[in-house]
């Protein structure tokens, strides 16, 4: 079994990325549940804007993401909170994924079915559970599966403050909900092997 991580932090590498960090726990996790893992900085990546799957222009490194994801059962969003929302990076990677919704596989299925998705989220700032909620509602509308408590995040309270790397603050919480996430993730993830879901009726 296969998961992607896509890292949508503004921090290009090698700086170090708060978000990276508690991604981490999840990855960690999901490797020791039997998942291979890929992980993908998308800002160190040439990800033109757009809705398609195909190269916007020449260069445009999303056709080569998104075969990464056709190639995963397993997909992790990690986002930072920025205004309480999103990175925009984010919602570049949303963007770009809303092609799939037009794209089916062989037995005329979407092709995020049978793929489970969940969220990480870190900021010094409030809105965790408004960031989950939408790339969660964004990938539930490509098709993925989004199991029960498939996210964890970490931040102290509205207004500037530290950073997830600078404080241990929270840190356990976080990191045993990462460490449940990635367990569910795998778990639902298996199911599909035995009873996939099939295409919507015409």
């Not at 989220?121 to 965790?128: K, M, S």
């Not at 989950?132 to 539930?140: F, H, P, Q």
């Not at 993925?144 to 509205?158: D, F, N, R, S």
Request: net charge negative; glycine share 8%; with cysteine.
């Amino acid at each position: 079994m296969k998961a992607l991580m896509i890292n949508c932090t503004l921090k290009q590498s090698p700086e170090p990325s708060n978000t990276e960090a508690l991604a981490r726990v999840v990855v960690e996790q999901l490797e020791k549940e039997g998942v291979d893992v890929d992980a993908v900085r998308a800002v160190d990546l040439d990800i033109a804007p757009g809705v398609t799957s195909e190269a916007v222009r020449d260069g445009d490194a999303w056709p080569h993401v998104h075969d990464k994801l056709l190639d995963s059962e397993i997909l992790v969003i990690a986002s930072p909170t920025w205004l309480g929302r999103p990175s925009s990076v984010a919602q570049k990677v949303l963007e770009r994924m809303d092609a799939m919704l037009s794209e089916t596989d062989d037995e005329g299925r979407p092709v995020a079915y049978n793929r489970v998705a969940g969220v990480v989220v870190t900021g010094n700032e409030d809105g965790a559970h408004h960031v989950i909620s939408e790339i969660s509602g964004a990938l539930a509308d490509l098709g993925y599966t989004i199991p029960g408590q498939a996210w964890t995040y970490w931040h102290l309270g509205p207004g500037p403050g530290p950073n997830h790397l600078d404080d241990e603050r929270g840190r356990e919480w976080s990191h045993r909900t990462g460490r449940a996430m990635a367990a569910n993730l795998t778990a639902v993830a298996r199911a599909p092997t035995e009873r996939p879901v099939g295409a919507p009726p015409g």
